[in-house]
C-alpha cells in the first residue's frame, strides 16, 4: 500500500508540485518587474512635484514681496491724504488772517 502511495504521489503530486513552483516563480518575476515599475513612477512623481513645489514657493515669494509693496503705498496715500489735510487747513488759516 505504501508503494502504491508512492507510486501515485510520484505520478500525481510531483508534477502538479513542479508547476505550480514554475507559477510561483513567474508571478515572483512579475512581482519584481511591477515593482521596479512603481519605483520609477514614484520617482517620477516625486521629482515632479519638488518642481510644483519650488514653483509655489516662488509665487509665494513675489506675493509676499507685492504685499510688502502694497503696504508701502497704503502708507504712503495715508502721508499724501494727511499731507493733503494740513494744505487745506492752511489754506483756511490764511483766508481768516488775509479777512
Do not use: C, Y
Request: charged share 40%; net charge neutral.
Amino acid at each position: 500500500m505504501a508503494e502504491k502511495t508512492l507510486g501515485w504521489l510520484q505520478r500525481v503530486l510531483l508534477p502538479e508540485l513542479s508547476e505550480m513552483k514554475g507559477e510561483v516563480k513567474a508571478v515572483h518575476s512579475e512581482i519584481k518587474r511591477l515593482d521596479g515599475k512603481v519605483d520609477s513612477l514614484r520617482n517620477e512623481m516625486n521629482t515632479r512635484f519638488e518642481a510644483v513645489d519650488s514653483r509655489f514657493e516662488s509665487v509665494d515669494r513675489r506675493f509676499e514681496a507685492v504685499v510688502t509693496r502694497i503696504d508701502g503705498l497704503e502708507k504712503r496715500l495715508d502721508v499724501a491724504d494727511r499731507l493733503a489735510k494740513l494744505e487745506s487747513e492752511v489754506s483756511v488759516l490764511k483766508a481768516r488772517s488775509v479777512n
